[in-house]
């Protein structure tokens, strides 16, 4: 298994708050994506990484932002949190956008209250 | 628009009897195709992927998917279904550097 690690891994916080979700990888990979999975809708691509403060937008990217200072380490911020955004993380990495599979973490399970 | 489309949400299934889940791709030019599998509360795990080649992909676990330009489909099939293979899988599609996800289908497993 790829080495990918998600933190926390359950969060339960209240509507208006900040949270911060990290993914930490021992790969080495230069892209990195975080994805949300809700019922019916497969996993969507919030914002993907491809170096170290290289960040893009994904396909549902409103109320997210990014961050990545290391190659290791890829985190999700969401400012302030609404219910909408209950819903379970996964972060992805892969050696190259094009060609290569992407791997994924453990996923973190966040509920808004 | 680019998509994948899993056209079963929900599959049952006998143990020991054969399986075959569905997927359909539209994209101008052949994809990248993956199948995931995820277990409950895990992640996903590839089963398979194909990139170009032999249209007969063989993955992990027994699985393997043939891929049909002709009719845009990427299957995933199995001979024979184990309890363990309950789970949801989903087909993916990766075109420009992206993954797009099909809605998924669980699959239950009954002795």
């Known amino acids: 298994d790829a080495g990918i690690t998600q933190s926390p891994r359950h969060k339960v916080t209240e509507t208006g708050t900040p949270v911060t979700l990290r993914c930490h990888q021992t790969e080495n990979h230069r892209y990195m994506y975080w994805y949300r999975q809700d019922p019916g809708h497969g996993l969507r691509l919030i914002h993907y990484s491809y170096g170290v403060k290289d960040t893009d937008k994904g396909e549902v990217s409103d109320g997210y932002s990014v961050s990545r200072s290391k190659t290791e380490d890829f985190l999700l911020t969401l400012e302030s949190a609404t219910s909408s955004q209950t819903s379970v993380y996964f972060c992805?990495?892969?050696?190259?956008?094009?060609?290569?599979?992407?791997?994924f973490g453990p996923g973190t399970r966040l509920t808004v209250l | 628009a680019q998509s994948v489309t899993q056209p079963d949400i929900h599959i049952t299934v006998s143990e020991g009897a054969s399986l075959e889940l569905r997927c359909n791709y539209s994209?101008?030019?052949?994809?990248?195709l993956f199948w995931y599998v995820q277990s409950p509360g895990q992640g996903l795990q590839l089963l398979l992927k194909?990139?170009?080649?032999?249209?007969l992909v063989q993955g992990i676990k027994g699985f393997e998917a043939e891929f049909k330009r002709s009719q845009s489909s990427f299957n995933l099939r199995k001979p024979s279904v184990h309890w363990s293979d309950a789970a949801e899988y989903f087909c993916a599609g990766l075109s420009w550097g992206k993954l797009q996800f099909g809605a998924g289908t669980q699959v239950v497993v009954t002795p």
């Open positions: 994209y101008g030019a052949t994809p990248y």
């Open positions: 992805a990495i892969s050696g190259t956008a094009s060609t290569d599979t992407q791997y």
């Open positions: 194909y990139f170009s080649g032999d249209t």
